[in-house]
């Protein structure tokens, strides 16, 4: 991955950083140029098999700039719908490590909720998640489910949002809004039941969140 440093752009990288405020460095890369430059520095390799996709992301953890954790996600995401139901044992630490909503949101709708979908049994792992006391792994249980569309387990999705809606944390309170809002878009009428009966526990921002499409007030 040293093609990157090659194509290191500061004055973009400081606005990059300063969008996420400035929590981590960045080289400057924009997403096109980014997968453009690791589809060269991956050609002519064969698929990469979990080990792969381990060590990649591992490496790629350990830079310092944001745009190689974005690498290892897009990998991932690439690879979801052949992830072996252990390889959610492995994206814990990719959540927590160096976490920010930029890698917990395209790591917990495709990676994450990828894997629980294909393998139901282990949903089991997402209701440890809702209580552990990390934010992001609350945040990634509440949105594992975002593209299951038609295919959403409802109880589950309202019982974590009853188990974290008095949090005070803006990204908990955003999630919440996100999840019940695309959920919305195949059940309106349960996430508006769901809304008005939740309606004195749930922080504004979830309800604004959650109600943007439903005939609410």
Same mark, same amino acid.
Not at 127 to 140: G, K, Q
């Given at each position: 991955?040293?093609?990157f440093s090659a194509h290191r752009d500061p004055a973009r990288a400081e606005g990059m950083s ?15 140029? /980014? #997968? ?5 520095? =991956? ?7 979990? $080990?792969? &996709?381990?060590? !990649? ?6 830079r310092p700039e944001r745009e190689y954790q974005y690498a290892a996600i897009d990998q991932l ?60 792994? /609350? #945040? ?5 489910? =975002? ?7 409802? $109880?589950? &999705?309202?019982? !974590? ?57």
């Amino acid at each position: 991955m040293e093609v990157f440093s090659a194509h290191r752009d500061p004055a973009r990288a400081e606005g990059m950083s300063a969008y996420m405020k400035h929590r981590f460095p960045f080289l400057g890369i924009s997403s096109p140029e /980014r #997968r453009r430059l690791v589809k060269i520095a =991956l050609a002519g390799l064969s698929r990469p098999t979990e $080990d792969d &996709l381990l060590e !990649f992301a591992q490496g790629c953890w350990e830079r310092p700039e944001r745009e190689y954790q974005y690498a290892a996600i897009d990998q991932l995401r690439k690879a979801a719908k052949r992830l072996s139901e252990e390889f959610l044992n492995e994206l814990p630490w990719m959540i927590v490590t160096k976490p920010w909503w930029d890698s917990c949101d395209p790591l917990s709708g495709t990676v994450v909720g990828g894997i629980v979908k294909r393998f139901p049994r282990s949903a089991w792992m997402m209701d440890e998640w809702i209580s552990d006391e990390d934010l992001w792994l /609350r #945040r990634a249980a509440l949105l594992h489910q =975002l593209k299951w569309k038609e295919d959403c387990d409802q $109880d589950r &999705l309202f019982r !974590f949002c009853r188990l974290t809606m008095e949090e005070k944390d803006f990204f908990i309170r955003k999630a919440i809004g996100w999840a019940l809002r695309q959920h919305a878009r195949v059940a309106p009428r349960e996430v508006s039941r769901f809304l008005t009966e939740n309606r004195e526990r749930l922080s504004g921002l979830s309800f604004r969140e959650a109600a943007k499409h439903l005939p609410l007030t």
